[in-house]
């Protein structure tokens, strides 16, 4: 069974095919720079060496048009017919959707509905799921929602003490993000603790560009810090994560700055790049390690407001089998998740240094032997979670059919 799996951006198109069999990697890649004067496609076939080359991508049309003859080319996909579904990536379900879907007409009027709440992400996520459909009429079609997976939070974790009409009329409320992520480590580190889903309680820290901390409780999502959009929660690489909210209101008053002004300076400008100019954390260590006292205070910024929160969601979950780290920094900076754990025995956690140095491929627990929880280093696959939820999706249909 093969499944293809979309991520559609306004300029840009990542995108795996799977062999669902044993869920490898046929092939990889980027389109981007869609719509500029020159287009690339980027694709690795399994292991083989990366290929770049230079296709007329002006639109999303042509950008689909040239990752399927791409695939057709090389033996990959032959006929659409080997194709079981595409999987499409989508930020935001609203309240719509707390499981995959099957793409229809209805489905696509909600994610049309939801675009004032994801307004960066959903139009270009229509683009690539409607020139799929267009292309592959006859393949079916899921959407996979990264805020499905926190539409388990009680209403007292995603109302916002607010008027009420706020919400009901206006949807104000908190969804959380990164929730295919969080849910694909959550699964593993249930597997890895040898314990049912149903049955583990996680503090799971997805670290990136992006950041966000979800608290799990028997498998479900109680709580998470991203919020109505992903600017609140954690500091994060440009984002400030949580201020407080009068800040904006100063801001206006004081600068003169328009709505839009401080909402590009919260999102773009802040997080570590506001503090020492730098969003790479990699960049972020040198610095620091050359003396930079701004970089210094980054990064004592970014790990206290981490630990800020998993106190919080210990005080939420009352017992926790695992912290688990994840993305491309809580995956590979050991001195960041060091920072995270120190001073932390209070909650019984003991981190081991050798361990943290180096952990294992792919679910690593750091912690030392008298660590009361496990603490984990699980690499996170938010394009396989896809492809795994699109299986399971079409899979539903199927047996309800019959």
Excluded at 248 to 261: C, D, G, Q, T, V
Excluded at 310 to 317: D, H, R, S
Aim: contains cysteine; hydrophobic residues 40%.
């Amino acid at each position: 069974m093969k499944i293809l799996v979309l991520n559609a951006g306004s300029s840009s198109v990542k995108y795996r095919l799977f062999d669902m069999s044993d869920r490898a990697v046929l092939v990889a890649g980027l389109i981007e720079r869609i719509g500029e004067e020159s287009p690339h496609h980027h694709y690795r076939l399994g292991r083989a060496d990366p290929i770049d080359v230079k296709i007329a991508g002006h639109n999303h049309q042509q950008a689909l048009q040239a990752l399927f003859e791409t695939l057709s080319a090389c033996a990959m996909l032959n006929d659409p017919s080997e194709l079981a579904c595409i999987g499409h990536r989508v930020v935001h379900g609203g309240e719509y959707f707390r499981e995959p879907a099957l793409i229809d007409a209805q489905v696509i009027q909600h994610i049309t509905e939801v675009i004032p709440l994801a307004p960066l992400h959903n139009p270009a996520h229509l683009l690539g799921i409607q020139e799929a459909i267009r292309q592959m009429e006859n393949i079916p079609q899921v959407a996979v929602f990264d805020t499905a997976f926190h539409q388990t939070l009680p209403d007292y974790a995603y109302r916002y003490p607010l008027p009420a009409h706020l919400y009901t009329e206006h949807g104000v409320r908190r969804y959380g993000f990164h929730g295919t992520s969080h849910r694909y480590v959550a699964e593993q580190a249930a597997q890895c603790l040898g314990k049912p889903l149903s049955e583990t309680n996680l503090i799971t820290l997805h670290l990136g560009n992006g950041a966000s901390v979800a608290a799990i409780k028997n498998g479900e999502s109680i709580d998470t810090s991203m919020g109505m959009t992903p600017l609140e929660g954690l500091m994060m690489g440009s984002r400030c994560g949580d201020i407080d909210p009068a800040i904006h209101f100063y801001l206006s008053r004081a600068l003169n700055l328009s709505n839009e002004a401080i909402e590009a300076l919260l999102n773009k400008d802040s997080g570590c790049k506001g503090i020492c100019g730098e969003n790479d954390m990699r960049t972020i260590h040198r610095m620091a390690e050359a003396g930079d006292d701004h970089a210094r205070l980054a990064l004592a910024m970014y790990a206290y407001r981490i630990k800020k929160y998993i106190g919080a969601y210990f005080a939420v979950l009352g017992r926790v089998d695992a912290l688990v780290f994840t993305g491309g920094i809580g995956e590979n900076d050991a001195w960041l998740r060091q920072q995270c754990c120190a001073d932390m025995a209070l909650f019984g956690i003991a981190i081991d240094e050798q361990k943290n140095l180096n952990p294992t491929h792919p679910c690593g627990n750091i912690g030392r032997d008298d660590s009361r929880l496990a603490i984990l280093v699980i690499a996170t696959d938010e394009e396989l979670e896809i492809a795994i939820q699109a299986m399971e999706c079409l899979r539903n249909r199927n047996h309800s059919s019959r």
